[in-house]
């Protein structure tokens, strides 16, 4: 079955910079796009940021929020998906999770991590 890990969250003071890890198992890696959502309290989940594949040319997209502080990667040959994250600041505070969209006999589902938690606060 489809499972992530996420790790690496904390707390952080403004201006400083976090890495998040997902580690991906269940599926063939290499082969899909993957994103990074967060979730702040009250909040509905958004998007931060998505990496396609290899065959796509590993291109990469990032909400207007993050962008120039944020960095998606990944690394197939460890079925690890990564977040950097520079600058931070305080509306960064929110829980992150991975998430990839497969097929499936019923059509396209999503499936998400657990989440970490990110804090941005002095």
């Known amino acids: 079955q489809v499972q992530f890990v996420e790790s690496g969250g904390g707390l952080v003071h403004p201006g400083g910079s976090l890495r998040l890890s997902c580690a991906a198992s269940g599926f063939t890696f290499s082969s899909y796009a993957m994103n990074w959502y967060r979730q702040a309290p009250g909040k509905e989940r958004e998007l931060v940021a998505s990496i396609t594949s290899a065959s796509a040319g590993y291109s990469t997209r990032y909400a207007d929020s993050v962008k120039g502080r944020f960095t998606i990667s990944r690394n197939n040959a460890k079925n690890m998906l990564y977040l950097q994250m520079n600058s931070l600041k305080p509306e960064d505070t929110a829980v992150y999770y991975c998430?990839?969209?497969?097929?499936?006999?019923?059509?396209?589902?999503?499936?998400w991590g657990q989440g970490t938690q990110v804090t941005v606060s002095s």
């Open positions: 998430n990839v969209v497969l097929p499936s006999s019923t059509g396209l589902r999503g499936y």
